[in-house]
């Protein structure tokens, strides 16, 4: 009998020789090739029996499995050290990671994820930007869906994050513990999940302290220059605020910037208080308090749930609020009662 050629494996599949020998070798994953190529180019070599001991071999191996990962912004050190978390989880279930950087834009957030279905990913982590569900809703039926860090309240797409109240709330009392009643927040976006749960749990530890304090919320970017110009703007009041609580550490860094423009000394000027943890924070001049989030944790956390719902073959419907810890440094002063 006529043996079959990588020719007509080639010719069959409308594949090319390389793509069709790189999958029969075993080597998919080192030169990316979607399981969608694999699997066509497994089933026409299996047709056409073309060498069937090795189609043999690649049958009987487990199936590699194929994520995606989608953050806002990884010049963020928060989401840089987020992807990694869950890279490093994905990597112990064998999963095969394609990462996406939307950079806070929902046109290349949609793109991201037509690309995904278009690979057929077998699963997908997202942060995302956009204030619809709808997309992902749709997505989920067919592709588990797990947020991390921000979600949408009013769907029933799965999440992890951090319970950004408490960790607001604790943060606070820390500053009315120490003395200070005149605080501005600088805020991320306002349509963020996120920044509004850190508000709230700062109005609310001001309400439960029962003593009258001044709180002005500025700002709406998780950006270095909304931190620099809110900054500028909270120390030109006056009276200039005892303390500053920055929603993010990208924040807090443009905040800083504002802070030396001004001749300022931390603590003894001015307090400064921080979301999110990073070990370069340690490093500052000097290092700053802050709230740090369970990283590893909801990396942890985001792939054991895509992995039972792949597992399970069903729609993903799970939730999840992490706890926050402070972590205090020299940033924050005390004033007399």
């Known amino acids: 009998m006529k043996k079959t050629t990588l020719n007509e494996v080639s010719e069959y599949t409308q594949l090319s020789k390389t793509t069709i020998s790189r999958v029969l070798n075993?080597?998919?994953?080192?030169?990316?090739?979607?399981?969608?190529?694999?699997?066509?180019?497994?089933?026409?070599?299996q047709e056409l029996n073309y060498k069937p001991q090795l189609i043999a071999q690649l049958l009987h191996k487990k199936p590699m499995r194929t994520i995606g990962i989608v953050m806002p912004n990884l010049?963020?050190?928060?989401?840089?050290?987020?992807?990694?978390?869950?890279?490093?989880?994905?990597?112990?279930?064998?999963?095969?990671?394609?990462?996406?950087?939307?950079?806070?834009?929902?046109?290349q957030e949609e793109s991201a994820l037509n690309k995904m279905q278009e690979y057929r990913v077998d699963g997908i982590v997202i942060v995302p930007c956009?204030?619809?569900?709808?997309?992902?809703?749709?997505?989920?039926?067919?592709?588990?869906?797990v947020q991390v860090d921000r979600y949408f309240e009013e769907s029933d797409l799965s999440y992890v994050s951090t319970n950004n109240f408490r960790g607001a709330y604790e943060a606070m009392s820390l500053l009315l513990n120490s003395g200070h009643r005149n605080?501005?927040?600088?805020?991320?976006?306002?349509?963020?999940?996120?920044?509004r749960e850190r508000i709230r749990g700062c109005?609310?530890?001001?309400?439960?302290?029962?003593?009258?304090?001044?709180l002005l919320v500025l700002g709406n970017d998780f950006s270095i220059q909304n931190g620099y110009i809110e900054g500028q703007l909270a120390l030109s009041r006056r009276p200039r605020p005892t303390a500053i609580f920055a929603m993010s550490n990208t924040i807090m860094l443009g905040t800083m910037r504002a802070i030396k423009e001004h001749h300022l000394v931390i603590p003894d000027d001015i307090s400064l208080l921080s979301f999110d943890d990073n070990i370069y924070i340690d490093y500052l001049n000097p290092p700053v308090t802050r709230v740090a989030q369970p990283v590893s944790s909801m990396g942890i956390a985001a792939i054991k749930m895509l992995v039972n719902s792949i597992q399970q073959e069903g729609e993903l419907h799970s939730t999840m609020l992490l706890t926050p810890s402070i972590i205090n440094r020299n940033s924050i002063k005390i004033l007399n009662p």
């Open 26 to 45: 075993g080597k998919s994953r080192e030169f990316r090739i979607n399981r969608h190529t694999q699997e066509r180019v497994i089933a026409a070599a």
């Open 130 to 145: 956009g204030r619809d569900a709808r997309k992902l809703e749709k997505i989920n039926r067919t592709i588990p869906v």
């Open 75 to 107: 010049s963020n050190p928060f989401f840089a050290s987020l992807a990694s978390a869950i890279s490093v989880e994905a990597k112990k279930h064998e999963l095969f990671v394609m990462l996406f950087d939307t950079q806070e834009d929902p046109v």
């Open 183 to 195: 605080v501005i927040c600088i805020q991320g976006p306002t349509f963020s999940v996120t920044n």
């Open 203 to 214: 109005r609310k530890a001001i309400e439960d302290y029962g003593e009258q304090c001044s």
